[in-house]
């Protein structure tokens, strides 16, 4: 099943680099989604399959820390590029003659950039009060 996921969101990565007619601000951000998708199940899932593997059910601290920061990382950033998938889509249906003004590839860069900032310092700051 995690081999599925992670070749389901790499072929959507591939179908949107591959296709010029995919170079819109919609696919842009669904292929950032995809790419978190993969990073987010890769947070847990190999680790979760060694445990399997090899009966045992032992996490060090370090371990369970970093595993911890990076699974907040994607998680937030998940829900971010939802809200601004959400934000794309408002601006298509209610400004549509306006869309390419607004939507501009700068634009959805700099939506991308804030969402992973912010993703990391959410993250962060939970991991810090770990700490």
């Known amino acids: 099943m995690y081999l599925v996921t992670v070749l389901g969101n790499l072929l959507i990565i591939l179908a949107t680099i591959s296709d010029s007619h995919l170079h819109t601000p919609m696919y842009f951000f669904l292929s950032n989604l995809s790419f978190v998708d993969i ?3 890769s947070t847990t899932i190999p680790k979760m399959l ?3 593997q090899t009966q045992s059910k032992d996490i060090n601290y370090t371990g369970c820390i970093t595993q911890m920061c990076f699974f ?6 998940d829900n971010f590029l939802l809200a601004v998938m959400a934000y794309d889509r408002f601006v298509v249906i209610c400004h549509p003659l306006h869309y390419t003004a607004i939507m501009t590839p700068r634009l959805c860069g700099l939506l991308v950039r804030v969402c ?4 990391v310092l959410h993250a962060l700051l939970q991991c810090l009060m770990v700490l």
């Open 72 to 77: 907040l990382i994607f998680g937030e950033l």
């Open 39 to 41: 990073c987010f199940t």
């Open 50 to 52: 060694v445990n399997i």
């Open 116 to 119: 992973w900032i912010l993703s």
